[in-house]
């Protein structure tokens, strides 16, 4: 267990955190509920970075981080989906493309085979984050912004597949 692990770890526990917070009758639930949403797209950035430059890199933790992404932009996107702040269509589709990231995830995991995080990927989670954060802020940008993400993600898992595909003809 080292330090990127650990941050890993604390940005699941912000999951439920996040859910408790803003389905809350506290004041200003929303704006608590963004910032949990923000430590955690910091603590993602903190982690990597620690990982990289102290080569903390470990297997248990290319696959947790990016677990602890989905599960986190879900959460989020599912909560503003049943507060009806966005449209339910965007939660399917993200929903549909992350399941299928962690499924065929898992399957490659068995076969020794990760498939790591790319420029695309991380565009795609910026935007996520910029266009969550302006909803708080103007409801319309904020949702041309979420289209544009999702358009994004879309991209993401794209190129994803293709760099399997290239990879799996590479090692035939």
């Not at 949990?36 to 470990?58: C, E, N, P, S």
């Not at 599960?71 to 929903?95: E, G, K, N, R």
Request: charged share 15%; aromatic share 16%.
């Amino acid at each position: 267990m080292n330090l990127p692990n650990i941050l890993t770890l604390f940005r699941m526990f912000l999951v439920p955190t996040f859910i408790l917070v803003f389905f809350s009758d506290i004041n200003n639930h929303i704006f608590y509920s963004i910032v949990i949403f923000l430590m955690a797209g910091f603590t993602d950035v903190l982690d990597g970075y620690i990982a990289r430059k102290h080569d903390l890199v470990t297997k248990w933790g290319i696959v947790l981080d990016p677990l602890a992404d989905k599960l986190m932009l879900l959460t989020v996107l599912s909560c503003l989906a049943i507060d009806y702040i966005i449209p339910f269509w965007i939660l399917i589709i993200v929903a549909i493309k992350e399941l299928a990231m962690i499924i065929a995830g898992a399957i490659l995991y068995n076969k020794d085979f990760i498939i790591p995080s790319n420029k695309f990927g991380k565009m795609a989670t910026f935007m996520f984050y910029f266009a969550i954060f302006t909803l708080n802020f103007n409801i319309k940008l904020g949702g041309y912004l979420l289209d544009a993400a999702v358009l994004s993600a879309i991209i993401a898992f794209v190129n994803y597949c293709l760099f399997y595909l290239d990879q799996k003809n590479i090692k035939q």
